[in-house]
């Protein structure tokens, strides 16, 4: 970032920043995939892999609180994968744009 001019480090920020996800469309969590065994002696799943996959959202709303535990249906799974890659997004763009500012600061330019 050394050599380059404070107005494109201002550019770049402005791009991230108009290219940000929809600040509704975010979730913060991870997924969990099991598949699961019925117990039936008969049943496919005690030679396969099991029933499933059976999907769980894990989140945790505060530091120091345990990780919940929700269900996903199959049918809501693409819109919560989304959600969590928007999250994941919206991490590395802050990143980059707190790092333009601080390069900003070093150079004792303005931030505006």
């Not at 494109?8 to 402005?14: E, F, G, K, S, T």
């Not at 991230?16 to 799943?45: D, F």
Request: contains cysteine; aromatic residues 6%.
């Amino acid at each position: 970032m050394n050599n380059v001019s404070s107005a494109a480090l201002r550019r770049r920020r402005q791009q991230l920043v108009r290219a940000l996800p929809p600040l509704e469309q975010i979730i913060r969590g991870s997924l969990i995939e099991t598949y699961k065994r019925c117990g039936r002696s008969s049943c496919h799943c005690n030679n396969g892999p099991g029933h499933g996959p059976k999907r769980y959202l894990s989140t945790v709303a505060r530091t120091g609180d345990r990780a919940r535990l929700g269900y996903v249906p199959n049918a809501t799974y693409p819109q919560v994968a989304d959600f969590l890659a928007n999250y994941r997004k919206l991490q590395e763009m802050l990143n980059e744009i707190c790092a333009l500012n601080a390069e900003l600061l070093r150079r004792r330019e303005s931030l505006d």
